[in-house]
């Protein structure tokens, strides 16, 4: 069956986990952050990782969590209330975690700007988050994580997607601008392609979204995400915006069937898997 009318002529990417290779920086990123303020805040015995990299994917396919800095403040403020004197103890006691990321988290802002600025520093190193973020040196981690990071996005796979007559690009991240940046330069994106970054809105904001879509300007168009945020955000659009747009949601089998309960169609394990599942949906149902 087809599942894409009209035919896009736009794809709009999400970056963290879609065109970067974010499981060694910004994943990691989070569960250092968490680590290092159970050692240190909670004075924990360390006898292993307080969260690992299943557990924060559970708490981001939640819907809530999509923004690293406030998703290490509600997983440690999670940690914060179990019992345990060492890590793997809090690790073992805390409440459920998909059941903890549907609870509401209050923000304390100045204990919120103290953990952003020790997620910075892991990820990025403190020269940089210093200079970038203004943070106060607590981890003094000379190179960041974010100089790990891969790019998964090629050229060729652009080339493929225009020879479909899907030629405007656009991008909607939740990176913060200056760490868009940063990693810009890196990616083969085509001259023309729309940005959106967090200081234009968090997803699943319509906000960032419409800001490409409307400088795009396209008949329909595809959006490659790999979290509930990126999907609810396609959503929510298509509850009102004018032109349609079809969600990709790029994710391990595990994954898949949540997504599916949430409205999602279309599934690619890696963007090589992209040009060939957007030409079956596109394709009209065979005749006998």
């Known amino acids: 069956m087809c599942t894409m009318d009209p035919t896009p002529d736009a794809i709009v990417f999400d970056v963290d986990g879609v065109l970067v290779e974010t499981q060694g920086s910004y994943i990691e990123a989070c569960a250092r952050t968490v680590h290092w303020l159970v050692v240190h805040d909670l ?3 360390d006898d292993g990782p307080a969260v690992d990299a299943a557990t924060i994917r559970a708490w981001k396919r939640a819907g809530h969590w999509n923004d ?3 998703l290490s403040y509600a997983m440690f403020a999670w940690l914060s209330e179990a019992r345990g004197s060492t890590t793997a103890q809090r690790r073992r006691s805390a409440e459920d975690p998909e059941r903890a990321a549907r609870a509401h988290v209050p923000i304390e ?3 919120w700007e ?3 600025g020790i997620f910075e520093e892991i990820y990025n190193g403190t020269p940089v988050a210093t200079a970038r973020y203004g943070v106060a040196p607590l981890v003094r981690q000379e190179r960041g994580l974010a100089d790990t990071e891969r790019v998964l996005l090629e050229a060729g796979l652009l080339r493929d997607l225009a020879l479909m007559g899907i030629e405007k690009v656009g991008i909607v991240t939740g990176r913060a601008r200056a760490d868009w940046d940063a990693v810009r330069a ?5 001259l023309g392609t729309v940005v959106a970054t967090m200081e234009d809105g968090r997803k699943p904001d319509v906000a960032p979204l419409r800001k490409v879509v409307d400088a795009l300007r396209p008949r329909a168009f595809v959006s490659v995400g790999d979290t509930l945020a990126d999907l609810e ?3 929510r659009w298509n509850g009102s915006g004018p032109v349609p747009g079809t969600a990709v949601m790029v994710c391990p089998p595990e ?3 949540d997504y599916r309960a949430r409205g999602a169609r279309l599934f690619i394990r890696s963007l090589a898997d992209l040009p060939e599942t957007l030409r079956r949906a596109s394709s009209p149902p065979a005749t006998r």
């Open 233 to 235: 955000m396609v959503t």
């Open 109 to 111: 802002r100045e204990r």
């Open 43 to 45: 004075a924990l015995v």
């Open 114 to 116: 103290r953990i952003r």
């Open 68 to 70: 690293d800095w406030d």
């Open 186 to 190: 890196r990616i083969p994106l085509p």
């Open 255 to 257: 994954d898949e069937a």
